[in-house]
């Protein structure tokens, strides 16, 4: 498996793999995303099986949004995509659902309560030194 940045031809299968998880992203801030190299994609045989689009911030570099091929989940797809991000762009951040706090924990990432949000939480994970 390969991890690297998705190229504008990839914009439409990036998309069906968010949207397949029920993620919400606008398609014309995820083409930008792309065209700014801050999407990555996993890939295996030339088929794209999971995606991270980033938003880098001031504060470090945001998960919009992470998502694996449902047929793929558990094979650690995701963490690679979230370590290639980490080794590319430092310290990141990420904003869930707690059902899938043993996704953000088990890569180590401190996790705490929203503020006004009781249903979401705030992930952060430093640059390793």
Request: glycine fraction near 6%.
């Amino acid at each position: 498996m390969t991890v690297r940045p998705a190229t504008p031809d990839e914009h439409l299968s990036v998309m069906r793999i968010v949207n397949a998880a029920m993620l919400e992203t606008d398609a014309s801030e995820v083409k930008e995303r792309i065209e700014e190299e801050t999407v990555l994609v996993a890939e295996e045989e030339n088929r794209i099986l999971g995606t991270a689009v980033l938003d880098p911030r001031d504060s470090g570099t945001h998960i919009d949004a992470i998502a694996v091929l449902r047929a793929r989940r558990g094979q650690g797809i995701g963490r690679e995509l979230v370590e290639t991000a980490r080794e590319r762009l430092g310290r990141l951040t990420a904003e869930f659902d707690p059902k899938v706090r043993p996704f953000y924990e088990s890569l180590g990432f401190d996790i705490e309560s929203v503020e006004d949000r009781e249903e979401r939480l705030l992930g952060t994970l430093e640059r390793e030194h």
